[in-house]
């Protein structure tokens, strides 16, 4: 029987893991850590053996069988071709060229109002996204839903929001420069379709994604512009990921600051 504080840490740790993506069970069964005490090295074994099980979870995805060029070339033919939304969400779903989809339990398009005049881009779908199939409803989505009220903004009226990868990294790491270089013309073809007079980037990944700079610290607040695959190009302001900013409170101001310009420049035309 764990009591007190020791059931208090072993909660923490467990919310840690949590946040950092290990919610699956990595070892073939179930080890009762609780059988094995210093005073007991015989069946110490046991623990040894979850510590060396390796980890398929953080594992490096196997390739496609599509070279990445061929994956790129097949997902700008299948964007391209797509004339609306829906042809879109359609061509995503069906698209086979980005390793992570074997994976994944779902594909994490879109959720919000298509054609809004705000389009949030974010990193890529973690687990409750995964589970879900729509992005940004973990705690970060609920922290991001908060900060669009804050400028009158929600996912049933006004914003449309995505991520610059359809399918949840292993362990919700960071997604490689070629996955999101599969996923790209889509992205592209996205903002293209939906047509909006803003994008909000959220976080370093997509800021290095869209726009090809790295440091969401110097970037965020500071306009840019996403030139997409059609030549298209529309006003971008980076600004600091909802999970950065759970844990890491004191960044709410500088993200308040950017919410407002965001606000500013819908409200200009
Ligand atoms: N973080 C993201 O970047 N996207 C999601 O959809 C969820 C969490």
Known sequence: ????????????????????GVDEAVAP??????????????????IETVRAAPEPEAAAVEPA?????????????????????EELEAAVKAFEGCPLKAGAKNTVFTDGVPG??????????????????????????????RMLAAISRSRTENVLISNVIFW?????????ALETAVCRPFVDRL?????????????G?????????????????????????????YPALPTYHPAF?????AGKRLAWADLQSLNARLKEH
């Not at 949840?168 to 490689?176: G, I, K, L, S, V």
């Not at 903002?191 to 976080?203: R, W, Y």
């Not at 900013?245 to 409170?249: G, H, K, V, Y």
């Open 116 to 145: 809004a005049d705000l389009l949030v881009i974010g990193e890529a779908p973690g687990r409750d996204e995964d589970l879900l199939g729509k992005p940004f409803v973990g705690r970060a989505g609920q922290l991001l839903d």
């Open 191 to 203: 903002i293209e379709i939906t047509d909006p007079k803003a994008v909000l980037i959220a976080g």
């Open 65 to 85: 069988a599509l070279s990445t060029d061929e994956a790129i070339k097949a997902a700008e033919t299948a964007a391209v071709a797509c004339k609306s939304f």
């Open 29 to 46: 069964s179930p080890a009762d850590l609780y059988s094995w005490t210093r005073a007991d090295p015989g069946s110490a074994p046991r």
């Open 168 to 176: 949840r990294p292993p362990a919700n790491r960071t997604p490689t």
């Open 1 to 20: 029987m764990v009591e007190g504080s020791e059931a208090e840490a072993a909660r923490a740790l467990l919310r840690w893991y949590a946040e950092m």
């Open 205 to 233: 990944a997509p800021l290095q994604a869209l726009l090809g700079l790295t440091g969401i610290m110097r970037a965020r607040g500071v306009w840019r512009e996403i030139e997409t695959m059609g030549g298209k190009r």
């Open 245 to 249: 900013l759970l844990r890491q409170p």
